[in-house]
């Protein structure tokens, strides 16, 4: 890695904490409190692809957060024909938002790669998940000491990959894209968004799905080890 570098930018849902985990999780605990007769597995199956398009929607500003929360659910519950009235989506909705947070998975080696980082770096977050969830993970996981600034898409009214966020993220942190690495799971939001700006990138490729591009890729945290 170039001596250059001075600035580490995390992305943190399925990148430092694992979203996958907690959500499904969270999903157990609140169909069995609002006694939701479904397969886990099954509505998960259908699930995480939809919630992966809203989120899509989401950052081109196509769906409003509303919209995704209550979207998301029912075209999931729709795809397995199991009958949801609007006011349980509606409760459901927010339950996940309320209990997501109690869940706090990481992935292995978060911890290791932190603490191998904070020495040589200076360690930040650039999220488009919102913000009041955001805060909570990353307190409930006990991980907000690592990093210097903290930057969200709600505070600047624009998602990643909009030039926008990392800009501002750059500037609350004090950084110049030439000394600054982006590392996080979405090509086309972390990756490409940063790269645009100047930024070098690190993709977590935690699903091993994507091979056959040129920029740098990681499948274990603890890789970035050779790497930083």
């Known amino acids: 890695m170039s001596k250059t570098i001075k600035h580490v930018f995390f992305d ?13 999780l969270t999903f157990e605990k609140i169909f069995e409190l609002n006694h939701i007769d479904v397969r886990l597995d099954d509505f998960l199956q259908v699930y995480e692809p939809i919630n992966l398009n809203y ?6 500003e196509k769906v409003t957060k509303s919209a995704l929360r209550y979207g998301r659910l029912r075209e999931a519950f729709d795809t397995i024909s199991i009958k949801v ?10 339950a996940y938002i309320d209990h997501l947070t109690t869940f706090n998975h990481l992935f292995d080696g978060t911890f290791e ?8 770096y200076q360690l930040h977050i650039i999220t488009n998940g919102f913000e009041e969830a955001q805060e909570r993970k990353m307190i409930n996981s006990n991980i907000k000491h690592y990093f210097k600034s903290i930057t969200n898409s709600e505070m600047v009214g624009v998602k990643k990959p909009n030039p926008r966020i990392f800009n ?34 690190i993709h977590f490729d935690y ?22």
Request: glycine share 4%.
């Open 12 to 24: 943190l849902d399925h990148t430092l904490w694992d979203f996958d985990k907690n959500s499904g």
């Open 55 to 60: 989120w899509k929607l989401y950052r081109e």
């Open 85 to 94: 009235e609007d006011d349980m989506i509606n409760h459901l909705s927010v």
């Open 113 to 120: 790669i932190l603490d191998y980082l904070k020495n040589k």
């Open 168 to 201: 501002f993220a750059l500037n609350i942190a004090d950084a110049h894209a030439h000394e600054s690495i982006m590392i996080g799971d979405s090509l086309e939001a972390d990756i490409e968004g940063a790269h645009n700006i100047g930024m070098d990138t």
């Open 207 to 228: 699903k091993d799905n994507h091979r056959n591009h040129n920029y740098k890729r990681v499948i274990e945290l603890k890789t970035l080890q050779e790497l930083l």
